[in-house]
């Protein structure tokens, strides 16, 4: 059971990045999923997420307006469309996913499952 991230890279500022984490011995159909990055010398922060209804989604005040998680179960992967990257976006980029059903889905104790982290790096 894994969970798989790409797609990040470096870019500058102004550009776009979509992340892709395609999950493998577990479906993404009933648990809530989401993204979280961590900068260096700083701690883990949730960036957005969707619940396991789909019903419900939540982005990082810093990140509303360019960022858009979406989830396709059929292909069993997450997406995050980042777009109007800023340096501070630069971060490693880390998908998870969690089965709590009423879980606080921007809070990273909910998640039992993580990827390995992709890069984000924004030039100015």
């Known amino acids: 059971v894994q969970l798989q991230a790409s797609g990040g890279g470096l870019v500058q500022e102004g550009g776009s990045l979509r992340l892709s984490c395609a999950a493998s011995g577990r479906t993404f159909s009933g648990y809530n999923v989401g993204w979280f990055r961590q900068a260096p010398g700083k701690e883990r922060e949730f960036v957005a997420a969707?619940?396991?209804?789909?019903?419900?989604?939540m982005y990082a005040d810093s990140v509303k307006g360019r960022f858009t998680v979406s989830r396709d179960n059929a292909k069993n992967t997450l997406y995050l469309q980042m777009n109007s990257l800023k340096p501070g976006d630069t971060a490693v980029y880390y998908c998870?996913?969690?089965?709590?059903?009423?879980?606080?889905?921007?809070?990273?104790?909910?998640?039992?499952?993580w990827g390995q982290g992709t890069q984000v790096t924004v030039s100015s």
């Open positions: 998870a996913s969690g089965s709590g059903r009423n879980a606080l889905i921007s809070q990273s104790y909910e998640y039992d499952l």
């Open positions: 969707i619940n396991w209804t789909g019903l419900r989604i």
